[in-house]
């Protein structure tokens, strides 16, 4: 797992919850319920349960439910052994657990070529 401190815990969506339209947010958001929308924030962990069907924009990711869209990451993605990827990773790290599903392309790219923060979120690589 990439988070090396307590993440400063933001919004939370629960098991029984379902939300749609995008979430932007400095600090961590928790999904354990469903989105259908976009995610822009520092860090998002997605539950055992957890379901987001739409692209996110974040520092990191853990991934632990399932994901349908792309992942821009500026320092990692973690998908668990109960996660479930079906889009492009872009990011600098990515690590996936036995177990873990993942369908799509991935590139690894230099910090400079990525952010959560800015509106242009990356430069990709055609």
């Known amino acids: 797992m990439f988070f090396s401190k307590q993440q400063n815990l933001k919004v939370v969506i629960g098991i029984e919850s379902s939300v749609w339209g995008e979430i932007t947010s400095k600090g961590t ?8 929308g976009g ?11 957890g379901i987001v069907t739409g692209d996110v924009t974040v520092r990191q990711i853990i ?9 821009r990451a500026s320092e990692g993605v973690d998908i668990q052994d109960t996660g479930d990827v079906c889009g492009d990773i872009f990011s600098l790290r990515l690590c996936i657990t036995e177990g873990g599903k993942f369908e799509g392309r991935s590139s690894m790219l230099r910090t400079k070529e990525i952010s959560y923060k800015e509106t242009d979120t990356i430069a990709e690589n055609s």
């Open 63 to 71: 991934v632990g439910g399932r994901i349908v869209g792309n992942i």
């Open 39 to 49: 995610v822009t924030a520092d860090c998002l962990i997605i539950g055992m349960k």
């Open 29 to 36: 958001v928790r999904i354990d319920g469903v989105l259908e």
